[in-house]
């Protein structure tokens, strides 16, 4: 999917990324060597590509939580911050190096 503006696509995101939120939770998986909890499985991911390289987006957890992230080959978090969803925090990270998709 495309988008016009920035604020265009990352409502397009976060609608994507609430719906894959809500959907069925993961169990824990057991690998003999290591369990990952469903905190730690990544169930579904949102990415939002723009120009110059620009990578970010979402991921949505088996437990359901949703953590935005930044970046391209190394993603790095998007802490929210003052009660911010992790959806206000990429926008403001976004918004903030004015980037256009």
Do not use: C, N
């Not at 016009?4 to 959907?23: G, P, V």
């Not at 939002?48 to 970010?56: D, E, I």
């Not at 930044?70 to 978090?77: H, K, Q, Y």
Request: glycine share 8%; charged share 35%.
């Amino acid at each position: 999917m495309r988008a016009a503006t920035l604020e265009e696509a990352l409502d397009a995101l976060e609608f994507h990324t609430r719906a894959a939120a809500t959907a069925e939770r993961r169990g824990t998986i057991d690998a003999r060597i290591r369990r990952y909890e469903p905190a730690d499985q990544v169930a579904a991911r949102a990415e939002l590509r723009g120009p110059g390289r620009v990578r970010a987006g979402f991921d949505v957890r088996g437990d359901g939580s949703v953590e935005a992230w930044t970046g391209r080959v190394r993603r790095a978090r998007v802490e929210p911050q003052d009660g911010d969803t992790p959806y206000e925090a990429l926008r403001k990270a976004l918004q903030s190096t004015s980037v256009e998709p």
